[in-house]
């Protein structure tokens, strides 16, 4: 059977239209309406920052060193996390670990909470993760590989990082979104 390609079929041209540039000409920076930087988090250097919500919502939380972090956003951990180019939705969290035998690549794994599940995400790091769930054998990750973990999940990054999953709780309004833990080593 021959393929027809005497049928070309072509779109009509688009008008163009003009950009809108801002007022005062300033084009150095770009700048997306209604969202807020990335939070930089680092391990046991964290202050409080200020979260505005409405309602107590539930949400996990993980816990790397003394280091408590809430899950109502995405998360990038490493030795010097950044988030992707192109973001939907609110602005990922960035937690920063010390790696002094780099064996941390510089954003190493994504926490994610979906609905009822977390989910962690080994991103292209060099060392790789190393997932530990409570009662089942390690599972090494491979690079860009997802898996869905439950509260009691230990995560070894590298360089004597691990992050454990906690369990889902409620966040109160205005309580911010890590804390240094007390009495933890």
Known sequence: MDPDFDDTVT??????VAP????????????VPGREPAQLIEQADTAPIPVQEEQARPFFRYRIGRTV???DAV???GRRPSSPRIVHGQMPRLVRVPSPG?????THVELRQLGSSV????MRS??????FPPGVAPHKLRQGESVVVTPGTLVDIGDGNVIEILPLQLRAPGEPPAHIQEGSS
Do not use: Q
């Open 11 to 16: 779109a009509p041209r688009r008008p163009m």
């Open 20 to 31: 809108i540039l801002p007022a005062d000409g300033d084009l150095d920076d770009t700048v």
């Open 69 to 71: 972090v809430w899950l």
């Open 75 to 77: 998360s990038y951990v």
């Open 102 to 106: 780099h064996e941390v690549s510089s």
């Open 119 to 122: 989910v962690i995400t080994d």
């Open 126 to 131: 060099t060392n790789g993760s190393t997932v």
